[in-house]
């Protein structure tokens, strides 16, 4: 059936250290893809989406290309800062699924 | 323009009475959708309705647990009967659509069974 599949964490970083956080999904077809982050106490919110192959996402300097090769869509940011500490989802929405999440924890 | 409003924010319940968790979508959204969040764990996929209709009900339980969003009103998350092991947090989320245009999700409700 469709999955996603995150990697553990938590991972853990400085301020200013590059992030990778993996996912990859197997799904019929290629549905658009989201990354969701969840702030502590708070539901989700949408961070950035991907519609078709190769479209990058963005937002507050988070970045995923939809990669149909390697079915992936990693999410990635240049220089993470502590208010980035949070879970991060990835999602192929129309099948209804998430990841695990992977718990991001940056600090000074 | 309110986002996805859930209440009771926080909802105490004994063993084996009953829980009643609402939602009201986004104004013009007509698909809900309903995920349960373990402590330090994932979200799962429960139900998925759109007005009077159970779309996709694989996540959910097949006893205790249910689910409706009426044609007038917010949508209802009803469990009976609980259980410590209901103990998580609810959250809702809705679409315009319910393909692939992003859901906007409810701050939750954290239910406590004691």
């Known amino acids: 059936g469709d999955s996603v599949t995150q990697m553990e964490g938590p991972v853990t970083l400085s301020e200013e250290a590059f992030l990778t956080i993996n996912c990859t999904y197997t799904?019929?077809?290629?549905?658009?893809l989201f990354w969701y982050v969840q702030y502590p106490g708070e539901g989700l919110q949408l961070l950035l989406k991907?519609?078709?192959?190769?479209d990058k996402g963005s937002n507050k300097g988070f970045e995923a290309t939809y990669r149909k090769e390697t079915t992936s869509f990693h999410l990635e940011k240049g220089s993470v800062q502590v208010s980035d500490s949070a879970v991060y989802f990835c999602?192929?929405?129309?099948?209804?699924?998430f990841g695990t999440g992977t718990r991001l924890q940056v600090f000074p | 323009n309110a986002g996805v409003m859930q209440n009771p924010r926080h909802l105490v319940r004994r063993r084996g009475q009953e829980a009643r968790l609402r939602c009201s979508p986004m104004k013009g959204h007509s698909h809900v959708y309903w995920y349960r969040q373990l402590p330090e764990e994932g979200l799962k996929f429960m139900v998925y309705?759109?007005?009077?209709?159970?779309?996709?009900e694989s996540g959910m339980p097949k006893e205790r647990f249910s689910a409706e969003f009426p044609k007038e009103g917010p949508s209802i998350l009803r469990i009976q009967q609980v259980v410590r092991g209901d103990s998580a947090a609810y959250f809702c989320?809705?679409?315009?659509?319910?393909?692939?245009?992003?859901?906007?999700f409810g701050s939750g409700t954290r239910l406590t069974v004691v």
């Open positions: 799904a019929t077809g290629y549905p658009s």
């Open positions: 309705l759109q007005k009077e209709n159970i779309i996709d």
């Open positions: 991907a519609t078709k192959a190769d």
């Open positions: 999602a192929p929405l129309d099948k209804l699924i």
């Open positions: 989320a809705s679409s315009q659509t319910g393909t692939g245009d992003g859901y906007t």
